[in-house]
C-alpha cells in the first residue's frame, strides 16, 4: 500500500531510543512525503521527489495507492496508563463534588474505589467485556494504537481474575498491542480495613499465584500513598511480583512524597505514574535513573488539582511519557488528544514534547517500542491522519476540536 502526498509525516525515526532533555523536543518530520506499507508494516518512506526519481522497488510491485492531499501522519497514541474496565461510571461523586462534598464525605457514603469495586464484583466478566470493548474501539477511532489497562476494581482473589481475564481477552480481540497490569493493591477492601496484613496476604499468597498461573499479567502496580498502601506495602509486593516475572509500574506522588520514587527506582520500575507532588531530589533521582515518570495530566484536571511539574522533570533530565490514567473517579476520559493539548496549555510543554511523550516515550513506558510510537521501518502501521492543519502546534492549540480524519491499524483504516 502505498500513501502519497503527505503533507507532513511526524515522528519519523531510524532509531527508537527513549527521549530525554533537549531530545525530547525534536520531532523529526518529512514534508511532502510518501509511506509505503507492506503486510500492515511500515517498509519505506521519502519525501515524493524521492518516490517519483530514485525508488525503483516501488516500480515494480503492484501497489494500491491512496492519496492522503495534504494529510499530516502522525504516529498513534500510546497509552501507558489506564484502568479501561469498569463496570459503572460515578457521575454521582462528580455532581456531589460540585456542590462542595469533600473526598472523606463522599468515602464515607461508599465512594472511591471501593464503589467501583462493589459494582465490578456484582458485574459478570461477559458484560464487563462488552463495556471494556466498546471503550476501548471508541479509544482506537480517537487514535489511540496501543494500551496498557490494570486491574484494580477486584479487590477480591475471583474479581481481580476476572478483571485480567477480560483484559486477555480484549488482547485477543483487538489488533492493537494491550498490556496487563495487576494492580490488587489500589485500596484496602471493607473487609481487611483493620487487617491492612490480611490483605497483603491474600495478594502475595493467593492472587500472585493464580495470576502467574494462567499468565494475565504483564506488569504489577501499587497504588502508594497516604491512607493506601506505604511505601514498605509496596516493597513487599513488587518483590512478590519479581518472583513471577512481573516488572513495576507504579502509583507514586499523587497527593504526597511519601518515598515513592526512590523505592520504585530502586524496585526496577519501568514507570512510576501521577508525579503531581515531587521535591528536587526527587526529580534528581528519576533524572538519574531508567525509570520514566508518566504524567496524568487529565487525573489533575478532573481533581483540580496541582499539575505535574514537566518543565522541572524535563529540563532536568528526565525521561518522561503521558498518559490518560482513564478511570471513572479521576479521569472518565481515554482521550490522548485532550492530554497532548492540556500538557501543552497547563504545563507548558512544547507541542513537539508532547507528541513524542505521547508516543515513543509512552512506547517505551509499555515496552511496545520495537513495534510501535515512531514512523520506523518494520514497525506497525498504526497511524493518525490528519484533517488539513497548518503546523503540528495546531493539534495541541485546536484543543477541544477533533483534528483527526482518519486512523489506520496495521495498515487498514478503522
Ligand atoms: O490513578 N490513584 C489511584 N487510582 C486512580 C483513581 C481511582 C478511582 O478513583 O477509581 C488514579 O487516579
Ligand atoms: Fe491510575
Known sequence: QLITNIGCLANVRSKTKLLRGAALAELPVINNAFLLIEDGIISEYGTMQQLETTSDKLKTINLQAYNANGATILPCWCDSHTHLIFAASREEEFVDKIKGKTYAEIAAKGGGILNSARNLNATPENGLYEKALLRLQELIKLGTGAIEIKSGYGLTVEAELKMLRVIKRLKESVSIPVKATFLGAHAYPEKYKEDHEGYIQLIINEMLPNIAAEELADYIDVFCEQGFFSVDDMIRICEAGAKYGLRPKLHVNQLNSIGGIEAGIKLGAISLDHLETMNDAEINALADSNTIGTLLPTAAFF????????????????????????????????????????????????????????????????????????????????????????????????????????????????
Not at 518522561?320 to 493539548?341: H, K, Q, R, W, Y
Open 303 to 414: 481533581l483540580r488539582m496541582q499539575y505535574q511539574p514537566a518543565r522541572q522533570l524535563i529540563d532536568n533530565g528526565c525521561a518522561i511519557a503521558l498518559a490518560t490514567d482513564f478511570n471513572p473517579g479521576s479521569s472518565p476520559s481515554g482521550n490522548m488528544n485532550f492530554v497532548v493539548s492540556l500538557s501543552c496549555i497547563q504545563m507548558k510543554m512544547l507541542p513537539e514534547e508532547a507528541i513524542n511523550a505521547a508516543t515513543i516515550n509512552a512506547a517505551h513506558a509499555m515496552e511496545v517500542q520495537q513495534e510501535t510510537g515512531s514512523i520506523t521501518i518494520g514497525k506497525k502501521a498504526n497511524l493518525i491522519f490528519t484533517k488539513p492543519v497548518s503546523s503540528i502546534a495546531y493539534l495541541p492549540y485546536s484543543f477541544g476540536s477533533d483534528m483527526i480524519d482518519k486512523v489506520m491499524i496495521n495498515g487498514t483504516f478503522v
